[in-house]
């Protein structure tokens, strides 16, 4: 089994620091939960900008702050957000990838949220992922049901995105697939062969998403974006999701990869 990455998603579109005080919202704040979770075993990072109200955005200037700095202090993979939440035009969504990070999002399918429908056309999927290959970034494909698995095997066929594949399921959002075990035996045994998978769960599927992507070679994805308590009634910080899957991993048997092992893993160029 190879070894385990762990992604930290610090801030997503979502959360507030009025839900929880921990939450990171400025590139400092960014930076310097980057610089605590690296030092704990997380590989990659998965970032979203947000504005002085901390509404979410897709500020260019951000990004680049955020990153340099990143990159200045640690090895971590940088993964930026294309998600539809702060800006639903196409220019928005893509201009972080402009920077040339190493790896983005790309949900190759529409959702409901609880609150809206998040819609991916499959014209800009493909504007998306050509996109991601002319700037020489490996998209994370964002897997919200069965379909959009399918859909990320196409890109390859219509020559816009190269195997091994890399998916991240995105489990226990209300209006898209629930976690349970059934559900990620179900997506992982569909997968194109040579992929690699990281699961996302969501709110109280944190958790048990994390032990069985552990047990069954996959990758876990943590962080405030996807859940802010690390238990009931107990508020957590990005940290400290690091720490308890690392703990966990290391229990089972399962080993941490360095960022530059996560590289080889992943495939990234």
């Given at each position: 089994?190879e070894?385990l990455?762990?992604t930290v998603?610090?801030?997503?579109?979502?959360?507030?620091?009025?839900?929880?005080?921990?939450?990171?919202?400025?590139?400092?704040?960014?930076?310097?939960?980057?610089?605590?979770c690296?030092g704990?075993?997380?590989?990659?990072?998965?970032?979203?900008?947000?504005?002085?109200?901390?509404?979410p955005?897709h500020?260019?200037a951000?990004?680049r702050q955020t990153?340099?700095?990143?990159?200045?202090?640690?090895?971590?993979?940088?993964?930026?957000?294309?998600?539809?939440?702060?800006?639903?035009?196409?220019?928005?969504?893509?201009?972080?990838?402009e920077?040339?990070?190493?790896?983005?999002?790309?949900?190759?399918?529409?959702?409901?949220?609880p609150?809206?429908s998040?819609?991916?056309?499959?014209?800009?999927?493909e504007?998306?992922?050509?996109?991601?290959?002319?700037?020489g970034?490996?998209?994370?494909m964002?897997?919200?049901?069965?379909?959009?698995?399918?859909?990320?095997?196409?890109?390859?066929?219509?020559g816009?995105?190269e195997?091994?594949?890399?998916f991240?399921?995105v489990?226990?959002l209300?209006?898209?697939?629930?976690?349970?075990?059934?559900?990620?035996?179900?997506?992982?045994?569909?997968?194109?062969?040579?992929?690699?998978?990281?699961v996302?769960?969501?709110?109280?599927?944190?958790?048990?998403?994390?032990?069985?992507?552990?047990i069954?070679?996959?990758?876990?994805?943590?962080?405030?974006?996807?859940?802010?308590?690390?238990q009931?009634?107990?508020?957590?910080?990005?940290?400290?999701?690091?720490?308890?899957?690392?703990?966990?991993?290391?229990?089972?048997?399962?080993?941490?990869a360095?960022?530059?092992e996560?590289?080889?893993?992943l495939?990234?160029k």
């Amino acid at each position: 089994m190879e070894k385990l990455i762990i992604t930290v998603a610090p801030t997503g579109s979502v959360p507030t620091k009025k839900e929880n005080p921990n939450l990171p919202v400025t590139p400092e704040e960014v930076i310097e939960d980057a610089v605590r979770c690296f030092g704990s075993g997380a590989s990659v990072i998965h970032l979203h900008a947000r504005d002085s109200e901390q509404r979410p955005v897709h500020d260019q200037a951000f990004f680049r702050q955020t990153m340099e700095g990143i990159r200045e202090k640690t090895n971590l993979i940088l993964q930026v957000s294309t998600g539809g939440r702060a800006n639903p035009s196409w220019e928005s969504r893509s201009a972080a990838l402009e920077l040339r990070p190493e790896m983005a999002s790309l949900t190759t399918g529409s959702v409901n949220f609880p609150d809206r429908s998040y819609v991916n056309e499959p014209a800009f999927i493909e504007y998306l992922a050509r996109k991601m290959q002319d700037c020489g970034i490996k998209p994370e494909m964002e897997i919200f049901d069965l379909s959009m698995v399918s859909n990320a095997v196409d890109l390859v066929r219509k020559g816009l995105a190269e195997e091994p594949l890399h998916f991240n399921f995105v489990l226990g959002l209300p209006g898209a697939l629930p976690f349970n075990p059934a559900n990620l035996v179900y997506l992982v045994q569909n997968l194109p062969p040579g992929a690699t998978w990281t699961v996302s769960g969501i709110g109280r599927a944190q958790l048990p998403a994390a032990i069985l992507a552990i047990i069954m070679g996959g990758h876990v994805r943590v962080g405030l974006e996807d859940n802010i308590y690390y238990q009931k009634g107990l508020l957590a910080t990005n940290v400290a999701l690091v720490d308890r899957v690392v703990r966990l991993a290391r229990e089972l048997g399962r080993e941490i990869a360095s960022p530059d092992e996560a590289r080889r893993i992943l495939h990234l160029k």
